[in-house]
């Protein structure tokens, strides 16, 4: 997609004027039903295009952005009331200013679980946002609003972020291309911190060649985010028509076992005899601690998570109280009044695990699980160029269908949080429709997991996938 | 690890949340439920195995002492809630002499 309206913005064919007024016409049209935007500035987007330069890799490409990653002069409201009323970016997240380096434009602001903590976008406290394969259904998350703006082509490409699947389940529920980099593989030098140790920015877009364009503007050291790693950046294009021909592929028997839907089941073993029958070597393999990664990210990513948000007090951006009586008093309000009820559990959860007598007993345990989790990868990639998997164990369910239990979506995030625990790069690729649970023609996709810095064979590997 | 028994209002407190009696009592059985599949975690004999805190290596860095560009004042400012003379203004935190 992104490669053919380059084609056409370099013959003059089309102008990015002409893109983003076509794409905001859209958003006016379908976006009411959708709801994947918080908001977007066409004027501001049209004063950037006028000055697009149509010879850099993204030149005059507008591209959508998660409500959590910051652009000078924009809102990012991390789907929060807490940000909602009055803030403006005052400045650019490094993949912004990476971006605008390469010459895409970023154009709307896309809807989120609230402060990421979600997956399926039921969370944002400012906006219901829909699958368009079927309204009656989340889109998943928390990028869902990513995912739903590229699914129903409002949107040429989207970032997302993904802290335990929230680039790759929405993507994989919207039937689009979602990829997860790796730890340190991008700057998140202005991305709203859930989990600081698990949290990547990543593309989510209509083909892998898309999210490998994105991927190879968006990565590379950043001397403000002191995790981003200082290794070259590999070209992600030159290789990715290379298939799957003699690469060995690895099935976990944890991640094939009882809870998928069918449909799911059968979509995605059918992707891999396909990869098989093009040349890859399909080789049986196990991770032998994959039911211990949902409690052991449960631990560690609400205990980042109270930390981080322990900056949202009132005092310096955002919400604060009308009328506190102290300063303890304008914490408690403030926080009280700008915080969604999961964000609340997740802070209690985390500062619970945190505190005095249970420090050892939860938060060191599941850092040392977490080491156990990484070993399962580092073993199997020693036999295996890339590992396949379904995304999630069901299509996206209906809106409201979760009811008062919130562990029921955390359970079903145990196909992709792994990836963040152990910081390895994944992708989401779609291969194919069920009719499941009433819904019809229902995306399902293919997760590929490959070994830290291994994009651009995953890349490679989902390119292949996607000629299904 | 027996029978979890948080104690929400005290961690709200500490988390500096103010929350009504009817998130306690909300929150309550869906943080138990939580924790106690986070028990499980209970059942892995992790002795000897070092943590991890972040799974790509991290290191110190230091940047360059040199002057550089940062958020002119306003820019720091300008979502301040309530804001005078240049300065972020807050209740006031001492107490009457």
């Known amino acids: 997609m992104i490669s053919t309206l380059r084609h056409q913005l370099v013959s003059g064919e089309t102008t990015p004027e002409a893109i983003l007024k076509k794409l905001a016409g859209d958003i006016s049209a379908r976006d009411g039903q959708t709801g994947a935007y918080l908001s977007h500035d066409l004027e501001s987007a049209l004063n950037e295009a006028a000055n697009a330069d149509l010879s850099l890799p993204l030149g005059g490409i507008p591209i959508a952005i998660k409500d959590n990653i910051n652009v000078l002069g924009q809102p990012c409201t991390a789907g929060s009331k807490f940000l909602s009323e009055n803030y403006e970016s005052p400045y650019d997240a490094t993949v912004i200013q990476k971006l605008r380096a390469a010459g895409a434009i970023p154009f709307g602001r896309t809807n989120l679980d609230e402060f990421a903590m979600g997956s399926a976008t039921e969370n944002s406290a400012l906006k219901l946002t829909r699958n368009p394969h079927d309204p009656e259904r989340i889109p998943g998350g928390s990028s869902g609003g990513s995912a739903a703006a590229v699914a129903d082509l409002t949107a040429i490409a989207a970032l997302g972020s993904d802290t335990g699947g929230s680039i790759r389940q929405p993507a994989s529920h919207c039937g689009v291309v979602g990829l997860k980099p790796s730890y340190g593989r991008v700057s998140r030098f202005g991305l709203i911190a859930f989990a600081s140790s698990l949290d990547q920015i990543g593309p989510l877009t209509h083909s892998v060649e898309d999210a490998a364009l994105i991927l190879q503007a968006i990565a590379g050291y950043d001397e403000r985010d002191s995790t981003s790693l200082d290794v070259p950046v590999p070209d992600y294009l030159t290789g990715l028509n290379d298939g799957v021909k003699g690469l060995k592929l690895g099935l976990p028997k944890e991640y094939f076992g009882d809870g998928i839907d069918p449909g799911v089941r059968q979509k995605v073993e059918k992707a891999v005899q396909a990869l098989a029958d093009q040349g890859a070597e399909l080789v049986e393999i196990s991770l032998p601690h994959t039911q211990y990664a949902v409690a052991t990210y449960y631990v560690i990513a609400p205990a980042e998570a109270s930390s981080n948000l322990s900056r949202f007090d009132g005092i310096r951006y955002g919400h604060r109280t009308a009328s506190p009586t102290d300063i303890l008093d304008l914490y408690k309000k403030s926080r009280e009044e700008g915080f969604g009820p999961e964000v609340k559990r997740r802070i209690i959860l985390g500062t619970y695990v945190l505190s005095s007598g249970y420090y050892d007993a939860y938060y060191s345990q599941a850092q040392k699980v977490r080491t156990l989790i990484r070993r399962d990868f580092e073993n199997a990639f020693e036999k295996v160029d890339a590992i396949l998997s379904p995304v999630a164990p069901s299509p996206a369910r209906k809106i409201g269908a979760l009811g008062d239990d919130p562990l029921q979506d955390y359970l079903a995030d145990i196909f992709t949080i792994a990836a963040n625990l152990a910081g390895i790069p994944a992708i989401s690729v779609p291969v194919g429709t069920v009719d499941s649970d009433g819904g019809k023609n229902l995306p399902v996709g293919l997760q590929i997991l490959g070994p830290h810095l291994g994009e651009a064979k995953l890349l490679q590997i989902a390119k292949a996938a996607e000629a299904l | ?97």
Not at chain 2, 58 to 77: K, T, W
Not at chain 2, 79 to 85: E, I, S, W
């Open chain 2, 1 to 97: 690890m027996s029978q979890p028994a948080i104690d929400v209002r005290y961690v709200a407190n500490l988390a500096r949340l103010e929350l009504s009696d009817e998130e306690i009592n909300t929150f309550q059985p869906q943080l138990e439920a939580i924790l106690k599949h986070v028990e499980t975690l209970s059942q892995l004999d992790v002795s000897g195995i070092e943590p991890t805190s972040y799974p790509a290596p991290v290191f110190d860095r230091m940047r360059d002492d040199e002057p550089h560009e940062s958020l002119p004042p306003e820019a720091v400012l300008q979502n301040a809630p309530d804001r005078a003379q240049g300065q972020i203004r807050v209740p006031k935190v001492v107490a009457d002499a």
